[in-house]
């Protein structure tokens, strides 16, 4: 699976847009682009997924760029229960799969 | 609705004592299971996965073993547990062959090596 390149934390202000970038330069063809979430003492939360195209769900926003080397997760309106650690990880998504997280990047979200 | 458990959540062991943590998956068939570990302020590393009863594949040499005795039960063991051994273990739980949408977490299970 290809590796994922994330900044280890951002900041935010409660109600703005969380904008947080993912390199997969090295993403095959048929790889998913994943994002989970992590808020502190409990299991990884499903976020949204995506191939090429970019997806919305009521989460969050995925924008993928056209040569898929990199991507953007969207919060549109943070709130300080958004503050946790979010991880990007790519998949070839059929088959087994296998998730491997990596250390992701640790989204505050400030009052 | 399918919903995944798992126990203990918190353990208290000595080092060189044994260890086992369930995991159980409820409202699904056949489904992929996984066991991961987070050490303290690290990121998640996958342990073992298991694709059906009695098969399961290690992703790194290590102190702990795991077993699928039941299509949805899977175990995480050791026979003597090392102070590396601490950390925040989850199991988890993917619809097996097809398209993968969600891997879905248990809830963890904190364990303290002394």
Redesign the interface.
Same mark, same amino acid.
């Given at each position: 699976d290809a590796k994922t390149t994330q900044p280890p934390s951002m900041d935010c202000a409660e109600g703005r847009a969380a904008n947080l970038p993912c390199n997969h330069s090295t993403i095959s063809g048929n790889e998913?682009v994943y994002w /989970?979430r992590?808020i502190h =003492?409990?299991?990884?939360?499903?976020i949204i997924?995506g191939l090429k195209n970019n997806e919305t769900n009521e989460m969050a926003s995925l924008i993928i760029t056209e040569d898929r080397k990199s991507s953007t997760l969207i919060l549109p309106h943070a709130t300080l229960r958004d503050t946790a650690v979010y /991880?990007c990880i790519v998949?070839t998504? @059929?088959?087994?799969?296998? +998730?491997?997280?990596? @250390?992701?990047t640790r989204l505050l979200v400030s009052p | 609705s399918q919903t995944i458990h798992q126990w203990p959540a918190t353990l208290v062991q000595p080092v060189g004592s044994p260890l086992s943590l369930e995991c159980t998956v409820e409202g699904t068939s056949n489904p992929?299971l996984?066991w *991961?570990r987070q050490a303290a302020g690290? $990121? +998640?590393?996958?342990l073992f *996965?298991s694709?059906g009863i009695d098969q399961i594949s290690s992703?790194v040499p290590q102190n702990l073993s795991a077993s699928r005795p039941q299509d949805r039960q899977f175990i995480l063991s050791s026979k003597k547990l090392l102070l590396s051994d601490s950390g925040?273990y %989850?199991c988890?739980w993917?619809p =097996? #062959? #097809?398209? %993968?949408?969600? %891997?879905?977490? $248990?809830?963890?299970s904190?364990l303290t090596v002394l």
């Amino acid at each position: 699976d290809a590796k994922t390149t994330q900044p280890p934390s951002m900041d935010c202000a409660e109600g703005r847009a969380a904008n947080l970038p993912c390199n997969h330069s090295t993403i095959s063809g048929n790889e998913y682009v994943y994002w /989970y979430r992590q808020i502190h =003492s409990q299991g990884p939360q499903y976020i949204i997924h995506g191939l090429k195209n970019n997806e919305t769900n009521e989460m969050a926003s995925l924008i993928i760029t056209e040569d898929r080397k990199s991507s953007t997760l969207i919060l549109p309106h943070a709130t300080l229960r958004d503050t946790a650690v979010y /991880y990007c990880i790519v998949s070839t998504g @059929t088959g087994f799969q296998k +998730l491997v997280f990596g @250390t992701g990047t640790r989204l505050l979200v400030s009052p | 609705s399918q919903t995944i458990h798992q126990w203990p959540a918190t353990l208290v062991q000595p080092v060189g004592s044994p260890l086992s943590l369930e995991c159980t998956v409820e409202g699904t068939s056949n489904p992929n299971l996984y066991w *991961y570990r987070q050490a303290a302020g690290r $990121g +998640l590393q996958l342990l073992f *996965y298991s694709i059906g009863i009695d098969q399961i594949s290690s992703e790194v040499p290590q102190n702990l073993s795991a077993s699928r005795p039941q299509d949805r039960q899977f175990i995480l063991s050791s026979k003597k547990l090392l102070l590396s051994d601490s950390g925040f273990y %989850l199991c988890a739980w993917a619809p =097996s #062959g #097809g398209y %993968l949408g969600e %891997l879905f977490f $248990g809830e963890g299970s904190r364990l303290t090596v002394l």
